[in-house]
Every structure is written in structure tokens, then in C-alpha cells.
């Protein structure tokens, strides 16, 4: 099963001391030390270079493989003493506080925490007093995250009202949670039954949770590799034609696509797959005048149709140009 997002983090702390202590450790050995397949093993070692010991952009972790060895080329220079600016501790002290006040943190984290936080206080003097001033509240999304972590470590199924924007509609669900992730935002992948799928939520769209007595159960799935982003169209999807104008150049950036060919007038013509063509009819209103759907042509005309009912509701609306113009006259 999926390892969740919390320890996730907990292990990849735990591989810094880990591969300090065991220079040029074998990549079998290190993933049998951890409980995991040696193809999550590779994926934490792709993000721990990212890490390092300067909020200011100072030395990263050098670490690398050749696919039977691990190398730490700097753990030296990473090991010394850390020196923060009162910025930076402050940040910290807040953060930290922040993190421990979670729902469904597991005891034992929050006071390993607690007990950090004390000893940042201790060393960071006078900023330690003017965090002390400052307080972070987390919103849904942390209380839907902890949620959801408690339900894949406990195996429970969820119940939740979610938004689904290419609709414009609530919808009420039963899921069994497979992981945690985040692309730019934080999913969850789950087994929807109303689906009957394997489906990705955002968490920032759920509305409402429930952890549910019921056992979660979701098929054996192979995880997506998510490397290249969340969204992965397949060659069998749809094609959708769209053509933008220069101030819609934006979307070939945001999109994946098939390809995008230069027009005269400075814009572009992008061809793109999507298992959920009606989807980018939310985008063909974002766009307005900036571009338009060319085909498939019943997509094209449900697009210009929600285009016009949009603006005749906007001329209805007392606020309107229409009725502005009525009241002018």
C-alpha cells in the first residue's frame, strides 16, 4: 500500500542520518532498511537535492546514484552549524506551532515537535518573543488533509461532498483513499464508487468529510507516475482543437498538448487530448476574446452557448450594461 504523505516525510528525514552514517550504501540494501521497493527509494532520493541547509538559496544535498550505490558528496559542509537570521526563526517558530495544533497529528510527532519548537525558542532569543505574536490558523483543507491521512493509515473508507468545477456541481461520495500527493496543489487518488474508478480530488474542492467505519478496500491500482505532472493525457483520449490570440498564448504553457502551431496574427493554434472534453469549456469562457474552440464542433457549440447564456445572464443583472443603460435613459 501507498505510503501516506506524513511518513513519507518522517522516512526521508530518517534516509539524511541514514545515508551519513553508510557512504556509498547499496540501493537494495538501503530500500530493505526502509520497508520500501527500491523504485520509492529512487523517487526520494529525486527530491532530496532539492533540500538543503540555507533558506537564502546556500548548499543543497549532493546526493546522487548510479542505480547500485548511493554518494553523498557534501555531508560535511551540510552538517555545519546553522545559523538563521531573525526573519528566518521567526518563520520557523510560527510554522512549527502552527503544524502542532493539526487534527489528526499522531501524538507522538506533535510532541517531537513541541520539543523542537522549545529548543528553536531557546536559541533564537529575541525573535523567539516577536514569533510569539504571531499565529497561522489553517483552513479546510488542512482539517480534510489530516482527515484523509488518518484514513489511509487506519484503512477507512471516506465519505465527502466534493465541487467538480467542470460541472458546476457538489456531489456526494464514498471513497477508499489509496494516497496523498501534491502537483502544485494537494490530491488525493481514491477508489470513487460513484465513479466506480480511480479518481483524483483536490483538496481545496472538498466541501465536506466524514471518515466512515467501513474498511477501505480499494482494488490493486498501479500507481501513476506523476513526473511529468498530474496531467497525463493517453493517446486515446479526445482531440480538441483551440485557437487563441496572442493574449491567450498562456494556455499552450498551462496545457499539455500534441502540438501548437504559430498563427499570423501572433497566436496559436493547440491541439490537445483530454478524456473530459467539456471540461475546457470553462476554459473557452476564461479565454473570451482571446480564443475559441474549433473542434470537436459540438464542443465548439456548447462553448459559444454557455458564452451567450453567461452574457444574457450578466444583461439581466441589475448591475448590467443592459439595465445601466435603461436606468441612463
Known sequence: ??????????????????????????VSDVARAFGITQDELISDLDVLP???????????????????RIWWHNPDDVAAPLRLAADEATALLVAARAVSTLPGLRESDRQALLRATAKLETAAGEAAGASARLSVTFESEGGVFADVDRAISERRRLWLRYYSPARDELTEREVDPIRLFAVGHTYMEAWCYLSEARRTFRLDRVAEIRILDEASSPPEVELRDLSEGLVQPAAEDPEVVIEVGPGGRWVAEYYPHDS???????????????????????LALRLGGDGHIVSPADLADSARQAAREALAAYDRHPDGPYDRQEQGR
Open 50 to 68: 532539492l533540500c538543503g541547509t540555507s533558506f537564502r538559496g546556500g548548499d543543497l544535498l549532493d546526493i546522487d546514484t548510479d542505480g547500485d
Open 260 to 282: 501548437a502551431e504559430e498563427l499570423p496574427d501572433g497566436g496559436l493554434r493547440i491541439t490537445l487530448r483530454t478524456p473530459d472534453p467539456t471540461s475546457l469549456r470553462r
Open 1 to 26: 500500500m501507498a505510503s501516506n504523505a506524513i511518513d513519507q516525510t518522517r522516512r526521508m528525514l530518517s534516509l539524511v542520518t541514514y545515508l551519513r552514517e553508510r557512504p556509498g550504501a547499496h
